[in-house]
């Protein structure tokens, strides 16, 4: 193994990327120093380098297309031009749809067919003709410059695309930071090899987020941005309920029980509907575990958040009554036009069906899609529609623990 077969493995090692991928910036490198010392800007030059010997070759890669008449090409360019000036005028970018009528060549990538004849007198339309260019001398100061320049780049952006590929790989799923630092109103997470980023509204308010704390957070979107990737995380998302549930519940995680639905208020509360289609298995029981221990692992997870798990059903009055959960309903009166629901509870019960700041029915109503108006027995219409969910301005605030 040459020296320079060893040096390109220990960057391979050192920044975690292919050996292959080294190859190709380092080929691109050569190919940029060779335009700055021996080519042209009309060249699409390809090179082969040899790590073991040290040798290089070099190509023109053009594709052969249609002869064009110069005069043709020249007036066509002309009306490019107008176009495109037009466009800018009216301050929006020339489309294909409006220079497909024009004849184009590009010189750097297409030789046309006259020429590539007199190459290669079997090139014919489309081929890909590789035409070897002639490294007369070393490369000079200049053209070296050039090529650590594009070979830093290249590794940059070579690393930047595995980082980006590892956590895309990642989105909807779970993972480990450390809290770097608040930066206004976001939070800088340190996941290792990037800084994830947490938005106020992905933040759970009644958490303190301070550096050096090490949480759980949520990928809600892995973005390549022109700084690199960027990734959003969530304390709040209630993604994040479901991948806890699916960490700590092996039947959720193995897909015997199904999470149907969550309604979150991030920090105080969540609603989980669950069901199995396996007889065997108690989904509440299985997710709330023996004497609790898995729901109450869960909580901890979530920061103290109170956790109701919810038997799903098909039965829309059902579904409601359960949700409604702990208050107990009496009935359900639906209106499958306007998909709202009248449901009636003891006097003794309204106030546990509600919730404070109208948050048990807010989170019932998001979890079941139906809107809910909550009315005591016997209590008059107009006081069932006063309890409705729209009309519930107060902030939710944290509620007895209940687990259902």
């Known amino acids: 193994m040459s020296e320079i077969t060893k040096a390109i493995q220990a960057l391979c090692d050192e920044k975690n990327l292919s050996y292959e991928a080294v190859m ?4 691109a490198a050569l190919a940029a120093a060779y335009r700055k010392d021996f080519g042209n800007k009309q060249q699409n030059i390809k090179v082969k380098f ?4 040290g040798d290089m070759q070099a190509w023109d890669v053009k594709t052969v297309v249609a002869d064009i008449d110069p005069e043709v090409l020249e007036k066509a360019q002309e009306e490019l031009a107008v ?9 929006r970018e020339l489309t ?6 024009l004849p184009r060549f590009n010189p750097k990538l297409e030789l046309m067919l006259a020429g590539a004849i007199a190459f290669n007198k079997k090139a014919k339309l489309g081929d890909v003709l590789e035409m070897p260019l002639e490294i007369t001398h070393e490369f000079g100061r200049m053209a070296a410059q050039t090529a650590k ?6 590794i940059r952006e070579a690393e930047r695309n595995m980082v980006f590929g590892d956590f895309k790989a990642q989105e909807g799923q779970v993972i480990m930071g450390t809290i770097q630092r608040v930066e206004g109103r976001k939070v800088l997470v340190d996941l290792g090899k990037i800084t994830g980023i947490m938005p106020s509204d992905h933040q759970i308010h009644t958490e303190r987020y301070r550096p050096g704390a090490r949480m759980k957070m949520y990928v809600v979107s892995v973005e390549m941005s022109s700084r690199g990737p960027e990734i959003i995380l969530s304390r709040a998302h209630p993604g994040m309920v479901k991948a806890i549930f699916a960490e700590e519940i092996p039947e959720v995680a193995d897909g015997r029980i199904e999470i149907k639905g969550i309604a979150r208020d991030a920090g105080f509360r ?4 669950v069901a199995t289609s396996d007889e065997s298995i108690d989904p509440i029981g ?3 575990g023996q004497r609790g221990s898995r729901i109450t692992t869960i909580i901890t997870e979530l920061g103290g958040e109170k956790i109701d798990v919810i038997q799903y059903t098909d039965d829309a009055a059902g579904y409601i009554s359960k949700a409604l959960s702990p208050a107990k309903v009496l009935k359900v009166e639906l209106n499958e036009t306007e998909k709202t629901a009248r449901v009636l509870v003891a006097p003794e019960q309204y106030s546990l069906a509600i919730g404070r700041g109208g948050q048990n029915v807010r989170l019932a109503s998001e979890l079941t899609g139906w809107k809910l108006n909550v009315a005591q027995e016997g209590a008059p219409a107009q006081e069932a529609e006063a309890a409705a969910i729209e009309e519930v301005a107060v902030p ?3 509620t007895p623990k209940t687990e259902v």
């Open 24 to 27: 190709e910036t380092i080929e």
């Open 96 to 101: 294909d749809e409006e220079t497909a009528d």
């Open 149 to 154: 320049q594009v070979i830093i780049q290249k």
């Open 396 to 398: 939710a605030e944290e």
């Open 50 to 53: 040899d790590p073991e010997t």
């Open 286 to 288: 299985s997710c709330i």
């Open 270 to 273: 969540s609603k989980v509907a």
């Open 83 to 91: 176009r495109r000036e037009k466009a800018r005028e009216e301050e």
